[in-house]
Nanobody, 115 residues
Framework: QVQLVESGGGLVQPGGSLRLSCAAS????????MGWYRQAPGKQRELVAS???????NYADSVKGRFTISRDNVVNMVYLQMDSLNPEDTAVYYC?????????WGQGTQVTVSS
């Protein structure tokens, strides 16, 4: 059974940083496109950042220049470095793995930006 396990969320003050991690198991990780999504209360889930199997990245306009997605195919991990956080970044962040129509999601990790 495929598993995606996120970690690294928490409470941070505005202007602070967090690094989210997603550990993948039971997939050929290097084949999968990986993404970070988030869902705030009362809002739809939205794409934050993605990285292809080849390492090409894409970001939502709201996080460009502040967030960085990366992956390590040796240890089957994808990361999201989040800098200059603001209260609008508060949400549950989810990791997604996708390949040829197969999509897997993690359980999510809460990020709260508040003073």
């Amino acid at each position: 059974q495929v598993q995606l396990v996120e970690s690294g969320g928490g409470l941070v003050q505005p202007g602070g940083s967090l690094r989210l991690s997603c550990a993948a198991s039971r997939i050929i990780f290097s084949l999968y496109h990986m993404g970070w999504y988030r869902q705030a209360p009362g809002k739809q889930r939205e794409l934050v950042a993605s990285i292809t199997s080849g390492g090409l990245t894409n970001y939502a306009d709201s996080v460009k220049g502040r967030f960085t997605i990366s992956r390590d195919n040796v240890v089957n991990m994808v990361y999201l470095q989040m800098d200059s956080l603001n209260p609008e970044d508060t949400a549950v962040y989810y990791c997604k793995a996708g390949y040829l129509g197969l999509n897997y999601w993690g359980q999510g990790t809460q990020v709260t930006v508040s003073s």
